[in-house]
Nanobody, 116 residues
Framework: QVQLVESGGGLVQAGGSLRLSCAAS????????MAWYRQTPGNQRELVAV???????NYADSVKGRFTISRDNAKNTVYLHMNSLKPEDTGVYYC??????????WGQGTQVTVSS
């Protein structure tokens, strides 16, 4: 089993910045992709950013140029640096990791609220 603990959410004004962290622990031999998703009321969970074990990244069009995903493999931790935040970035942010065998694990979610 893999446990994910997220932190860093909160309330910020539009134009501000936040950094989310997600630390994985448990029976981890190797982690493949690490990703951040977000969900807003009435909407499906959407992919925000993903980073592979090799460091390749991909972003949703809505956050390109504003968000940066990174990972520290030694700490089994993934980060999401969010700049120039907009009210539409408000939502619950979840991290997700994929491990060998195809299993995926989700964090509990952290609330991000951007006020206008």
């Amino acid at each position: 089993q893999v446990q994910l603990v997220e932190s860093g959410g909160g309330l910020v004004q539009a134009g501000g910045s936040l950094r989310l962290s997600c630390a994985a622990s448990g029976s981890i031999f190797r982690i493949y992709a690490m990703a951040w998703y977000r969900q807003t009321p009435g909407n499906q969970r959407e992919l925000v950013a993903v980073i592979t074990s090799g460091g390749s990244t991909n972003y949703a069009d809505s956050v390109k140029g504003r968000f940066t995903i990174s990972r520290d493999n030694a700490k089994n931790t993934v980060y999401l640096h969010m700049n120039s935040l907009k009210p539409e970035d408000t939502g619950v942010y979840y991290c997700r990791v994929t491990v060998p065998g195809g299993s995926a694990y989700w964090g509990q979610g952290t609330q991000v609220t951007v006020s206008s």
